[in-house]
């Protein structure tokens, strides 16, 4: 080759003996796309970065409450809980004895609400009266909805907020006309289903690989400190209401007598082993292979022992939804308050648990992963204590009797 000159760079393509230039294998076509696909990422990036400056710089929502009471009183103490999002600006009600009950200021009557939305200027009116029957100012409503005032049953404003379901006051027909329930283990498999599943079984058995050294010093540990078997299996209630065998590492001593399934009545029983391994969750690692049989998902509420299921089933309104789905290693109820100590926290992990079925997606599985591992570092009390926020119960929830 003359020096001074050059040749294009080729390659060969494998099996035909036929050269192609880099300018062949990479043509302008493709280097316009690679500039669209780039563009395009600093334009979405752009627009994040945007968004995000909008939603740190702009104020609280400001909310009217029509309609005082219980109702009114528990929404206040969710909106005082969930942050700088929404800000009370009053209570609406026949009297001012609604300030009193719910805490929030009374700012007049329902005939003239026309006039406090013209002086308050709310974002949103939540209706929270408990008999609306020819009390709504509904003239008033349908103007304020047509100058782009939100509009919203107290009911569905406490769902958004809290992030549970007010089960004692939902209507079988409330969840027979809700938008939810879509992505249900129970139903026929589909596309979401095969892949969700294929998923999960791929990373359960590379899971179970890359810990199974770690897992062999862990069984060694527990055989060291105390006798009885590595693993703990447990009959807890599945899919469709079946019962499987959930296993665990093994983090108590044998108990003596009868005992509740209750957390706090066995603390006593936990093995110095079985401290850590709580604390980081690494007892639950045995469950892989409850996934890899198809009994649970990585998220999804927890499965409670086969012995309390009556009881819950009798006690909790609703209970038999939890059985639409798989359950999980962790969940939203999981994440959002923490393990239950008796049957009325029970009754709170499960207005959670609904939210959950109702609202199951990519995203929030997503989101209660991420949650999941933020509590394991940096919630040292997240494996033994409810992380308790907003309300609680649902005003005029029927009372429940915890276990003796």
């Not at 600093?42 to 995000?52: E, R």
């Not at 249900?184 to 998923?199: D, H, M, Q, T, Y």
């Not at 199974?212 to 006798?227: C, F, N, Q, T, Y």
């Not at 499965?303 to 309390?308: C, D, I, K, M």
Request: overall charge positive; glycine content about 8%; proline content about 6%.
């Amino acid at each position: 080759m003359t020096q001074g000159t050059s040749t294009p760079a080729m390659a060969m393509l494998p099996g035909t003996g036929v050269a192609l230039s880099f300018g062949e294998l990479w043509p302008a076509d493709a280097e316009f796309a690679t500039t669209v696909v780039v563009a395009a990422l600093v334009a979405t990036a752009v627009w994040i970065a945007l968004a995000i400056v909008r939603w740190k710089t702009r104020g609280p929502e400001r909310v009217l409450l029509l309609g005082g009471g219980a109702m009114a009183a528990t929404l206040a103490d969710e909106v005082a809980a969930s942050g700088r999002r929404f800000r009370l600006a009053g209570v609406v009600d026949e009297s001012p004895i609604a300030e009193r009950t719910s805490g929030v200021p009374w700012v007049g009557s329902p005939d003239q609400l026309s006039l406090i939305i013209e002086r308050i200027q709310p974002a949103r009116i939540v209706l929270t009266m408990n008999d609306r029957r020819g009390r709504l100012p509904e003239a008033a409503l349908l103007q304020a909805r047509l100058h782009g005032i939100k509009v919203e049953d107290g009911v569905d404003f406490y769902e958004r907020v809290s992030g549970k379901l007010a089960i004692e006051a939902l209507r079988p027909s409330a969840l027979i006309l809700s938008g939810g329930f879509r992505r249900l283990e129970i139903r026929p498999r589909g596309f979401w289903r095969r892949c969700s599943r294929a998923v999960e079984c791929l990373a359960s058995a590379l899971a179970l690989a890359l810990l199974s050294p770690v897992i062999g010093l862990i069984a060694l540990l527990i055989k060291i400190e105390s006798r009885g078997p590595v693993f703990f299996v447990q009959s807890r209630v599945g899919c469709g209401g079946r019962p499987f065998g959930l296993v665990k590492f093994r983090t108590m001593h044998a108990s003596t007598g009868a005992r509740s399934e209750w957390v706090r009545d066995n603390v006593d029983r936990v093995t110095r082993v079985g401290v850590w391994l709580r604390r980081f969750r690494i007892d639950e690692w045995p469950q892989l292979l409850n996934i890899l049989r198809g009994q649970m998902s990585f998220v999804g509420p927890r499965p409670h022992p086969a012995s309390n299921y009556q009881l819950f089933l009798k006690q909790i309104p609703y209970y038999h939804l939890r059985e639409l789905v798989r359950p999980g290693i962790t969940g939203w109820a999981q994440v959002r308050y923490g393990y239950a100590n008796d049957l009325e926290e029970e009754t709170e992990k499960m207005r959670f648990d609904i939210f959950y079925i109702k609202h199951r997606s990519f995203w929030l599985d997503v989101r209660i992963l991420v949650s999941t591992a933020l509590l394991l570092v940096f919630d040292r009390q997240s494996h033994q204590a409810p992380r308790k926020r907003g309300a609680g119960a649902w005003p005029d929830a029927r009372r429940v009797v915890p276990l003796g």
